[in-house]
């Protein structure tokens, strides 16, 4: 790089710095533990990829877990609105939550099925949502590319679960969050990395 580039890359850094500092905020000060959290999703992706079928059944269980849970939190909400003209409404969506949860809890296999559906409508939500973010990051020049690569990822994945239904319902669960957990981890490790290097 010739000294005629430096300064000029050099004025185009502090041109851009108040737009980096409205993009990254405080951000800029503890861009460590954004780094370290990028590390950590790596690493738990890392590991998930060689248990992607209790992964499966682990997050079928966890969902169906939350579900019973919310269920019985909102009959117990019920007793306390005596006098709502919607009580039973609200009843008759308890129900279905907690019956929706013991399903998921006692046959996780099928709730594989229904997750999965589920799961890749999610990971094509999320998918846009880091694309429109990369975009917004692009004024900032930094780190802006992997955030849409990494919602590029997030569509595919969403697009192969949706594929792949439903002949690999057990497994591709798992398998999708791991990956779908090393690739946020990486956008996470760019973004720090990008946000320290214009400190």
């Not at 997050?59 to 019973?68: A, D, H, S």
């Not at 003209?85 to 594989?112: C, D, F, Q, R, W």
């Not at 595919?156 to 690999?168: C, M």
């Amino acid at each position: 790089m010739t000294e005629s580039t430096s300064k000029e890359f050099t004025k185009d850094v502090k041109e851009l710095a108040p737009e980096i500092d409205a993009v990254f905020g405080d951000l800029r000060k503890s861009w460590g533990w954004l780094l370290a959290l990028g590390i950590l999703f790596i690493i738990l992706g890392t590991v998930a990829l060689g248990m992607s079928v209790a992964l499966t059944i682990a997050t079928v269980l966890l969902f169906g877990i939350l579900l019973l849970a919310g269920g019985v939190f909102q009959i117990i909400d019920a007793f306390k609105c005596k006098g709502w003209k919607s009580i039973s409404l609200h009843v008759l969506i308890a129900l279905l939550y907690i019956v929706t949860g013991a399903i998921l809890i006692t046959e996780p296999m099928a709730g594989s099925l229904m997750l999965t559906a589920m799961l890749g409508g999610a990971f094509i939500a999320i998918g846009i949502l880091r694309i429109v973010i990369g975009f917004q990051l692009k004024n900032a020049g930094v780190g802006w590319g992997w955030v849409i690569f990494s919602g590029v990822v997030s569509l595919i994945l969403g697009g192969l679960i949706f594929f792949q239904w439903p002949a690999s319902a057990l497994w591709i669960i798992g398998l999708l969050v791991a990956i779908e957990m090393i690739f946020h981890g990486w956008s996470y490790v760019m973004i720090a990395i990008a946000v320290k290097s214009r400190k």
